[in-house]
């Protein structure tokens, strides 16, 4: 008989915290579930960890190779039967009742595709932290405005899905990395309505020393710059033009561009551009320029905005210098400085020479 919740784990060198996470899930409330860990080719003792504790509802599949986070959900949804799929990484804690308020959210929500429940966050101790979670309630017209003008606004750590929804987003794109969650949010968001918890169900693990790939160094923030395009392009999945309408209500009202089916990628390139994110305006400027280079495209923006050359060439004007180019200014200024003060030295040398000589 098939469970009726299924829990996708993706695991990758959580030797320290994976016993843990199996144990919060095994004394669950709710009994009628089976948990489904990937380990994405460990370097520590985590799979060892792991078939030390032996239970029917658990599933340990291993990939030869690290193949990454979307790579491990996908092969556990492969191999999981349940109606409701949970996302759950191998260090996070689950209250004892969490997958209960899941499953009867679920039963009492019929129109619900997804339940995002709320968090606690804790370190590599789990004492609590006392740090705000990025998590903002509201509806999801609000909430893909927020994350297409500003940042992320939900978590994933707890994510239940209907087994119909998440098999339409599936597979779930192996490249993402520090955005893979904010990708699946989206495409969940485009489908239909979601529920958020105020119930604090899952204790995420958030550590100071953390050399995993969601710790924030260097190579982190140069992933998400990478991965920006990508994400955005996720949002070209809305063609339904009156929830457009919802979702960019005030940036219509002030530009006049209203979206229509046959130019979305102009209008969500030109809603980009009024973002005060760079790197999603360099995405709106380009969706609205390979638009703009079709005839066709060029008369239909402008029998439908009056939109001309001439205002394509005034959408520069939303760019701001990146920091190259400040940079490079800044040195240009310093050398021309450097130069103009060489020559008030050679003349003045000069005068001097001319001076002894009287």
């Not at 804790?122 to 705000?132: G, K, P, S, T």
């Not at 260097?218 to 949002?235: G, H, P, Q």
């Amino acid at each position: 008989m098939k469970p009726k919740i299924s829990i996708l784990c993706p695991s990758f060198n959580h030797e320290k915290y994976v016993e843990s996470f199996i144990w919060s899930v095994l004394g669950q409330s709710f009994k009628d579930f089976e948990l489904i860990i990937v380990d994405d080719c460990s370097s520590d003792g985590n799979v060892k960890k792991i078939k030390e504790i032996q239970d029917k509802r658990i599933k340990l599949i291993q990939h030869q190779y690290n193949r990454g986070i979307n790579a491990s959900i996908n092969t556990a949804f492969q191999n999981s039967s349940g109606k409701i799929v949970v996302f759950c990484a191998s260090d996070d804690i689950l209250e004892v009742n969490a997958l209960e308020i899941i499953y009867k959210t679920f039963e009492c929500n019929e129109d619900i595709i997804c339940v995002y429940p709320n968090l606690q966050i804790i370190d590599e101790y789990n004492n609590i932290l006392d740090v705000e979670n990025i998590t903002k309630i509201a509806p999801r017209n609000e909430l893909l405005h927020h994350i297409f003008f500003e940042s992320n606004c939900l978590s994933s750590p707890g994510m239940s899905i209907k087994r119909g929804i998440f098999e339409a987003i599936y597979p779930l794109k192996n490249s993402f990395c520090n955005y893979q969650d904010v990708d699946i949010h989206i495409r969940l968001l485009t489908i239909g309505k979601v529920l958020q918890l105020e119930q604090k169900l899952i204790k995420y693990r958030r550590s100071l020393y953390k050399t995993s790939i969601s710790s924030e160094k260097s190579s982190t923030a140069i992933r998400k710059k990478l991965e920006t395009e990508s994400l955005m392009d996720s949002f070209l999945e809305i063609k339904d033009l009156k929830f457009l309408k919802q979702i960019f209500r005030s940036e219509i009202e002030k530009t006049g561009i209203k979206p229509f089916d046959n130019t979305l990628e102009f209008f969500m390139g030109r809603m980009a551009l009024e973002s005060n994110n760079e790197l999603k305006k360099y995405w709106g400027y380009h969706k609205v320029m390979n638009f703009y280079n079709n005839d066709q495209n060029a008369q239909l923006l402008y029998d439908k905005y009056g939109f001309t050359f001439g205002d394509f060439l005034g959408l520069a004007d939303f760019m701001t210098e990146d920091l190259m180019f400040k940079k490079y200014k800044k040195y240009k200024k310093l050398f021309n400085y450097g130069i103009l003060f060489c020559v008030i030295l050679l003349f003045c040398f000069v005068l001097l020479l001319m001076l002894e000589d009287f």
